[in-house]
């Protein structure tokens, strides 16, 4: 009677080992896509300057990214962040306190831990 069991577990457990782990399909169910570097400067700079605004923060960055100025076209060399990497650093800018963002936006700036997904070497 416990042969059954025991092959229905072995079954189970195979199935299971076959299934891909997180990393290898992107994290949260989604395939790895490369972050398009315009899109996210974009909307990176969008949220930059909304919170400049409700936080009522006036500093070289708030000034830069309320004017429109020119953005990057590409990430640093080397770095291929993917859209889920992008999608975290934007939800954190979106959620830091003020207090937060005026160290984000401060002289020097710092960046978000989830935002530094190209590290200097």
């Known amino acids: 009677m416990r042969r059954p069991l025991v092959r229905i577990g072995l079954a189970l457990g195979a199935l299971l080992c076959l299934a891909p782990t997180p990393g290898d399909i992107g994290g949260c169910g989604q395939a790895a896509r490369d972050l398009d570097p315009v899109a996210f400067f974009q909307s990176k700079q969008s949220i930059e300057c909304r919170r400049c605004q409700e936080c009522r923060i006036r500093t070289p960055l708030c000034e830069e990214a309320c004017s ?53 070497r």
């Open 68 to 120: 429109g100025a020119e953005l990057p076209e590409e990430f640093p060399e080397g770095c291929f962040p993917l859209v889920h990497d992008g999608t975290v650093c934007l939800r954190a800018l979106l959620q830091a306190s003020c207090d937060d963002h005026r160290a984000f936006a401060g002289d020097p700036p710092s960046v978000p831990s989830e935002c530094n997904f190209c590290p200097e």
